[in-house]
């Protein structure tokens, strides 16, 4: 099992960056998969971005070139950096970790984060 922890949200002017965090309770060189996804008022959640254990990024269209997907093996977090944030990033993100066995896949979520864009 895996516990995931979001930190780093708040509220920000458009335009602004904001950090968040997500804290992973094993190594998550032993997580294939970990990212994001983000679910504003009346709309279905999205992927955001994730990262694998081996580096490979993959990112929505409307955050490409403005958010940036990291991993830091050492104290097994990911991070989401976001730039040029725009009032319709405006959503709870939640953190997820996924993990493969050979005819299994298995999500893990966090609690989510809020994360306010105002305009």
């Known amino acids: 099992q895996v516990q995931v922890v979001e930190s780093g949200g708040g509220l920000v002017q458009a335009g602004g960056s904001l950090r968040v965090s997500c804290a992973a309770s094993?190594?998550?060189?032993?997580?294939?998969?970990m990212g994001w996804y983000r679910q504003a008022p009346g709309k279905q959640r999205e992927l955001v971005a994730a990262?694998?254990?081996?580096?490979?990024?993959n990112y929505t269209d409307s955050v490409k070139g403005r958010f940036t997907i990291s991993r830091h093996n050492a104290n097994n977090t990911v991070y989401l950096q976001m730039n040029s944030l725009k009032p319709e990033d405006t959503a709870v993100y939640f953190c997820?970790?996924?993990?493969?066995?050979?005819?299994?896949?298995?999500?893990?979520w966090g609690q989510g984060t809020q994360v306010t864009v105002s305009s």
């Open positions: 997820f970790a996924r993990v493969s066995g050979r005819y299994w896949d298995r999500d893990y």
């Open positions: 990262i694998t254990s081996g580096g490979s990024t």
């Open positions: 094993r190594s998550i060189l032993s997580i294939g998969v």
